[in-house]
């Protein structure tokens, strides 16, 4: 069954006084799931005391509906009485700030941001709510998931943009254990470090950007224990309650914000049995809204393919979508009373569509009742504060229906992508270790993007273990390379694979020493050149072939052994190199191409990028011809689906030109028309769609 329903109980909201007749409202909108918050903080008052008569009402309430409960854990929130007992087990910054447990705008009932998890008595504290809660409800036919983590991300450094966490006794001796773990002696650590450590106590975290060495491995370190509190909360329902399904959803951190998030989406999705993510279009550039609906619909869509890529085939949420007005802040900068636009209702026509057709099961909306209490307030409602429904509440009924009425919605699968980016931990770590910030990696990463998105490719992401999935893969910011990464790298090269790099790959060791030679690694030789010297970009352009692309933040200079040249700086040197290596090949562009698109004016980086995967036979499986229906294939038990979307206010006639023989047409849904008479130079079909609509179109 397709998912459908929104977020409803974060206490102390909604007053359970409008519970019964909200959820009657949801039920005749057509949902079919609400989620509901249990909050530590709220449901263990005191020791040996657990409170769970308000999620019993609600889920009595939601059986009456015959609705689907996802009951999420939140342990992002703890009560009083233990930060009172164990005042040391509170966060603790970089600068050696203790968090007292307080409100926030994602927490307005307090406890936030809960008490370190490294600290032992807080997770058997933890541990003994988890297990209550699941007992409680194991075997219950409503409650048929629990939300593992619901955002898994470590939150206080998503709230303190200065400070860092977490410093305190039980994360400096995890992360010593961690390194002991990992060089088993001193004599190992200090030969990888490069330092002359004499004792293991002398080693602690690193409080500011220094040093590479032990910088990147505490990055490590933070992103697996981020791993290992995700792993041991999803082991501790499980045995309270084996039936249920796990899930958890992300905010697709993999786009650079894992530095300080520290969750890796892939890693996390491996941990459940479903997984999601949190999509706010109003919110990626809040509160400098981005002005081009294309470019909040890009935004968008990213987070899907994300999701998609590290839900790697398991079944996918969109777990949060805006269902209102965006309001929040944080620490540094609080937003309360500043109010993002209200959703347009065709624009959220439009978001359910990205949600469909990047190949989610499932839509909830954040949330049903505007927020009534704090920074959040009175926001992101799909319905006005006395209940009220708006017109965005008419639009989650239309797709409530819609995706009830067509089971193939749910059956059907994207195909696999026309090109894969390489989304690499590793990249986004050192770019944060060496610079501060992710600026680089996330803007080469998103330029990419978009310039492949708005040329109409089928775009996945993926890790290097899935790289053998496709015929080319494109690697931004591959500076730092681990040896996992290059293994898998030489094996999709050897296997036939095409790799095309923004930039040299493997510059650094995996402790950040620059190699002597460039690729290191073994590399080198897969590449066919070496990188001479590395000049700062400036106004010199790449050119290759007829095109031009400018050249961002760095310029390699490349010596060409076994490959051949490419293309030449316009200064002098060698900027991009193309080998042959075993079934494969290998294509170094000098620069951070994706930035180079990303901020390209004139569309001259973009169309020399694109002409050099369309030179070497690399199309997009269907192509739009006016680039303003956006598409995505599926493949489903009778055949194909052609899922497309159109931006644009006015309803279009749109040509669509096909790679791929989708077989007879059957049928459409939504506000597509097949218009099979029609005929439109260079497209073999030809459609009828909407203003700021979508719809799909099913072959078989
Ligand atoms: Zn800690």
Redesign the pocket.
């Given at each position: 069954m397709f998912a459908y329903g929104a977020q409803y109980y974060r206490p102390p909201n909604p007053p359970s006084k409008v519970w019964s007749k909200d959820f009657e409202q949801m039920s005749q909108l057509g949902f079919n799931t609400v989620k509901l918050w249990a909050m530590w903080n709220y449901t263990h008052p005191s020791k040996d005391e657990f409170d769970f008569s308000e999620l019993d009402e609600l889920v009595a309430l939601g059986e009456k509906k015959n609705f689907n409960v996802v009951i999420s854990l939140i342990l992002e929130n703890a009560p009083h009485w233990l930060s009172q007992e164990h005042p040391e087990a509170r966060?603790?910054s970089q600068d050696g700030v203790k968090v007292d447990l307080q409100a926030r705008p994602n927490t307005p009932g307090g406890g936030w941001p809960g008490l370190?998890l490294?600290?032992k008595i807080v997770r058997e504290h933890a541990e003994r709510y988890m297990e209550a809660l699941a007992s409680r409800y194991a075997g219950n036919e409503t409650v048929t998931s629990f939300d593992t983590w619901d955002e898994a991300f470590f939150e206080p450094n998503h709230y303190y943009p200065d400070k860092r966490f977490?410093y305190?006794e039980?994360?400096s001796r995890d992360f010593r254990r961690w390194l002991r773990k990992r060089y088993h002696d001193l004599e190992t650590l200090n030969e990888n470090w490069e330092q002359r450590y004499t004792d293991w106590e002398q080693v602690a975290p690193p409080r500011y950007h220094g040093g590479y060495p032990r910088f990147l491995d505490w990055q490590r370190f933070r992103l697996e224990n981020h791993q290992r509190w995700m792993k041991w909360r999803a082991e501790t329902l499980r045995g309270a309650s084996p039936d249920v399904t796990l899930r958890s959803h992300g905010i697709a951190g993999n786009l650079g914000g894992l530095v300080q998030n520290y969750n890796d989406d892939w890693e996390s999705a491996s941990t459940v049995e479903e997984w999601g993510t949190s999509s706010f279009p109003h919110w990626m550039d809040y509160p400098e809204i981005a002005e081009k609906i294309e470019d909040r619909i890009a935004a968008h869509q990213i987070t899907l393919d994300v999701a998609r890529g590290a839900a790697q085939g398991r079944r996918f949420w969109q777990t949060e979508l805006e269902g209102g007005p965006v309001r929040s802040g944080n620490a540094g900068a609080p937003r309360g009373l500043t109010c993002g636009p209200f959703p347009d209702p065709g624009e959220m026509e439009i978001w359910n569509w990205n949600a469909i057709m990047s190949g989610a099961k499932g839509v909830l909306y954040w949330q049903y009742r505007p927020e009534m209490l704090g920074l959040e307030s009175p926001g992101f409602g799909l319905v006005r504060r006395n209940g009220e429904m708006t017109d965005r509440t008419r639009v989650a009924e239309r797709f409530a229906k819609l995706t009830t009425e067509n089971p193939e919605l749910e059956s059907s699968k994207p195909v696999e992508g026309d090109i894969a980016i390489g989304l690499l931990p590793e990249a986004a770590n050192f770019n944060y270790v060496a610079e501060g910030n992710t600026h680089q990696f996330s803007g080469t990463v998103q330029g990419i993007y978009k310039t492949l998105w708005a040329a109409d490719y089928q775009i996945d992401f993926a890790k290097p273990h899935q790289f053998e999935n496709y015929g080319t893969v494109y690697l931004p910011y591959p500076l730092l390379l681990e040896d996992e990464t290059v293994r898998e790298i030489k094996s999709f090269v050897k296997r036939g694979g095409t790799l095309i790099t923004g930039g040299t790959p493997a510059v650094h060791k995996s402790n950040g020493r620059v190699f002597k030679e460039a690729p290191g690694a073994g590399l080198g030789r897969i590449v066919g050149a070496s990188l001479l010297t590395s000049r700062p970009g400036g106004s010199e352009s790449l050119e290759l072939g007829k095109g031009k692309i400018a050249g961002k933040v760095r310029r390699d200079i490349l010596e060409c052994h076994e490959a051949s040249m490419m293309g030449s700086w316009s200064d002098g040197g060698i900027g991009a190199v193309r080998n042959s290596y075993e079934k494969g090949e290998t294509i170094v562009l000098g620069t951070l191409v994706g930035i180079s698109c990303g901020e390209d004016q004139t569309n001259r980086s973009k169309n020399t990028f694109l002409r050099l995967l369309s030179d070497r036979g690399l199309v997009p499986v269907v192509e739009s011809n006016r680039g303003i229906a956006k598409t995505r294939l599926h493949r489903y038990e009778e055949g194909f689906i052609l899922y497309m979307t159109n931006e644009s206010k006015n309803q279009k006639n749109i040509g669509i030109k096909l790679r791929k023989d989708l077989g007879n047409f059957k049928d459409s849904i939504g506000d597509v028309t097949y218009l099979e008479s029609e005929n439109m130079a260079d497209a073999d079909i030809v459609v009828d769609i909407d203003g700021r609509s979508g719809g799909a179109l099913i072959f078989g």
């Open positions: 966060y603790e370190c490294n600290h977490c305190c039980a994360c």
